[in-house]
């Protein structure tokens, strides 16, 4: 199983941008989610997360501007992001909870998409 993110990129501050990340492989089921992010020297923190059934969540500080969604069919997760603010800079990571076609249940994590926010 792999992931692949993509979307990420460069904009002004209140810009937007929309991520996706897309797994592959011998896929059963993806249960739960989600996007993180790494701002530079600072730890990774959970952004938002979806589950199978379409419950979200967010950060407090993204709720009303970001939006996670998922497509089951196609084994996809996104990210539309709002009024983006420098202090969202970061590489975010995708990351779902998948059992496999080998019955193994695991999270596995995309590499990462950078997004830069300038002011």
């Known amino acids: 199983v792999q992931l692949q993110a993509s979307g990420g990129g460069s904009v002004q501050a209140g810009g937007s941008l929309t991520l996706s990340c897309t797994a592959s492989?011998?896929?059963?089921?993806?249960?739960?989610m989600a996007w993180y992010r790494q701002a530079p020297g600072k730890q990774r923190t959970l952004v938002a997360t979806?589950?199978?059934?379409?419950?979200?969540n967010y950060a407090r500080s993204v709720k009303g501007r970001f939006t996670i969604s998922r497509d089951n069919a196609k084994n996809t997760v996104y990210l539309q992001m709002n009024d983006l603010k420098p202090e969202e800079t970061g590489v975010y990571s995708c990351?779902?909870?998948?059992?496999?076609?080998?019955?193994?249940?695991?999270?596995?994590w995309g590499q990462g998409t950078l997004v830069t926010v300038s002011s």
């Open positions: 979806i589950t199978l059934g379409g419950s979200q």
């Open positions: 492989g011998s896929i059963l089921i993806i249960y739960d």
């Open positions: 990351n779902m909870k998948i059992r496999s076609g080998t019955g193994e249940f695991r999270p596995y």
